[in-house]
């Protein structure tokens, strides 16, 4: 890309410090000009929405600068790492709106080369393996104020390294036994450069390779030399990884020649309020049964966001809202379901759900008597047009909206008072029916015939609207109903809890018998349809959802809806 097809790629937005960092290496004809990035999950679990801001960090700046994103799984320890997995990471990044193309890559595919790099490092004298266990090790490692000590192997000469380094990938030596290490310094004030593991003994079976191989590169003996290998021009990270960096400087300059190096820029995780972002705490949930999954709709998963009904645009949203700066955060939940709420109230089709019910009998209604009332189904979307909901003698309203004494300012429902049915007439209650116990069983109303829209009195204002659908027609529907997972804002911080402990327990509120309009109970039958349950919220059908069972998900709830029912009057 030439320099002036940068200038000329600028918008008006601000480039944020890692978009600088690129468009600088770019002008400045840096790897001749080339721009390659890649995302590097390791396929240990399922992604969550700290990756996705990594995602569109990776596949966005390769985007804006005409470069290219490589999909790379990390697959190193094959301990904990499954096709599952690679399988979900791939559907997750699809979703989110990204391509890889034919670029997809293994850090496993450069076994052989890490080999032949560790091979010749040994034989150079820069790597030995080392006998002792990894408690020693560790013990050894002195502390960021006082060096560490030489391990008593680090002298052994290469060819004894040599023979130890073939005979550990052939199988001989036990898992934890013996490891290959760099030959750095143990005096070093970085500590990643105090003899940092290259190599260990893992016996149990890859995913892709097999039993070919018996030792497994580190982290730090991979990164960098994968991305070298793949042509990556900038390896864009989170924060942890900046003391890392001389060392992937270090294991790079093993490789390259100085015509290109892979660049490593390091940006803030995303943490959010009131869930955990580590996958081996997720994966605790999950395996404990203290959710459903990975894809339940209270994980912070992209898959439980996916089935609780959040859109990949909200989710891009969010995380452009909260910019990418080199300080550690902790980001409110409350941010992102601003901007689930924003994209939905976009795109979602308004339809009555009631989730409690009240009977309500219109006395002064015919009783075989049906009328189709005109609705719309968003108003936000002039594409969207109208739907017909039949009307008839016996409604449901919701159980909230009327009180039998209400205080001054309940503009709902009471006795003797008169509320607007939503894009029907205006109702008055006239009786409450109760039951032996004292509990009310239904109201007795009557309507106004004139009110429905189009004639006369159909302007008249009275100070409530009410949301309803006719009982006969309504069709039964389970709703789950999700509150946030844990009941801390920030259980990473607690580190003297368990954080199983934390858990919400009202997490989760099952709904049944909730009341819906016909026209939802047909389109309901089309997965990851979004709808607005007028004054509720915003609902998806859950995956769980048959035909004759529907079962929804509410993404999120509808805030303000009350208020801005009574400007509407
Ligand atoms: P671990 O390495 O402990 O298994 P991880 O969350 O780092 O967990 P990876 O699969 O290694 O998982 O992550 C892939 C990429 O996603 C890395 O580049 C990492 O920096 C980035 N990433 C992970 N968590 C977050 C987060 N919370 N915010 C932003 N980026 C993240
Ligand atoms: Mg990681």
Redesign the pocket.
């Known amino acids: 890309m030439e320099a002036n097809d940068i200038e000329k790629t600028e918008d008006k937005r601000g480039l944020n410090f890692v978009e600088e960092i690129v468009f600088n290496d770019l002008k400045e004809g840096k790897n001749g000009g080339r721009l390659n990035t890649r ?4 396929p ?2 399922y992604l ?1 929405i ?2 996705a ?2 995602i569109c960090m990776d596949f966005g700046v390769a985007e804006r600068f005409g470069g290219t994103c490589n999909l790379r799984f ?1 697959d190193t320890n094959p301990v904990k790492e499954d096709v599952e997995y690679v399988d979900s990471i791939r559907e997750d990044i699809h979703w989110l709106g990204f391509d890889w193309a034919d670029r997809e890559y293994y850090a496993s595919d450069y076994f052989p080369q890490l080999f032949d790099l560790a091979v010749r490092l040994i034989k150079e004298g820069k790597a030995y393996v080392d006998d002792q266990s990894s408690e020693q090790i560790a013990a050894q490692k002195g502390s960021p104020t006082e060096p560490g000590q030489n391990s008593p192997y680090r002298d052994r000469t290469p060819e004894e390294n040599l023979d130890l380094f073939m005979r550990m990938n052939a199988g001989e030596f036990d898992e934890g036994s013996r490891v290959l290490r760099a030959k750095i310094d143990m005096a070093s004030p970085n500590m990643h450069f105090r003899d940092p593991i290259m190599y260990r003994i893992i016996k149990t079976p890859h995913h892709r390779t097999g039993t070919t191989w018996k030792v497994y590169p580190m982290y730090d003996f991979a990164h960098g030399q994968s991305d070298f290998f793949e042509g990556v021009t900038h390896s864009i ?2 924060l942890e ?1 900046v003391p890392h960096r001389p060392l992937y400087d270090y294991f790079v300059d093993e490789l390259s020649d100085g015509t290109y190096r892979p660049r490593q820029i390091e940006f803030n ?3 959010l309020t009131y869930t955990v ?4 705490k997720l994966l605790q949930l999950v395996k404990e049964g203290l959710v459903a999954g990975w894809d339940d709709p209270r994980m912070p998963t992209i898959c439980g966001m996916r089935r609780r009904g959040y859109t990949p645009q909200s989710i891009r949203n969010f995380i452009n809202t909260i910019g990418y700066t080199k300080f550690e955060a902790l980001n409110s939940m409350s941010l992102l379901e601003h901007a689930v709420r924003d994209d939905l109230n976009r795109i979602a089709t308004r339809v009555m759900a009631v989730i409690n019910p009240l009977r309500v009998v219109i006395t002064n209604y015919p009783e075989d008597k049906v009328e189709m009332v005109e609705m719309e189904s968003n108003p936000e979307d002039p594409t969207a047009g109208m739907h017909s909901m039949p009307f008839s003698r016996e409604i449901f309203i919701e159980r909230d909206d009327f009180m039998e004494n209400p205080p001054k300012k309940f503009f709902r429902l009471a006795p003797g008072s008169e509320v607007r049915l939503k894009g029907a007439y205006i109702i008055k209650c006239d009786e409450v029916i109760k039951d032996a116990d004292g509990n009310i069983t239904e109201l007795r109303c009557s309507y106004d015939p004139d009110t429905l829209s189009g004639m006369p009195g159909a302007s008249r204002k009275v100070k409530g609207t009410l949301h309803w659908v006719s009982s006969a027609h309504a069709v039964d529907a389970e709703v789950r109903l999700y509150d946030r997972l844990f009941s801390v804002e920030n259980p990473a911080a607690e580190t003297e809890r368990d954080f199983r402990e934390m858990l919400n327990p009202d997490s989760l509120k099952v709904v049944k018998g909730v009341k819906l309009e016909p026209f939802a109970a047909e389109l309901a039958k089309t997965q990851g349809t979004k709808f607005q349950f007028q004054r509720i919220g915003y609902f998806t059908p859950d995956y769980d959802s048959t035909a004759d069972a529907l079962v929804f998900n509410r993404t999120i709830a509808l805030r303000d809806s009350w208020e801005k029912e009574q400007k509407k009057g």
Request: one cysteine or more; glycine letters at 10%; charged letters at 25%.
């Open positions: 995302f590097p999950p390791e240990n679990g969550h700290g990756h801001k990594a990390d990270c989170t990884f995780r995303l943490n972002m580590s996958k081996r």
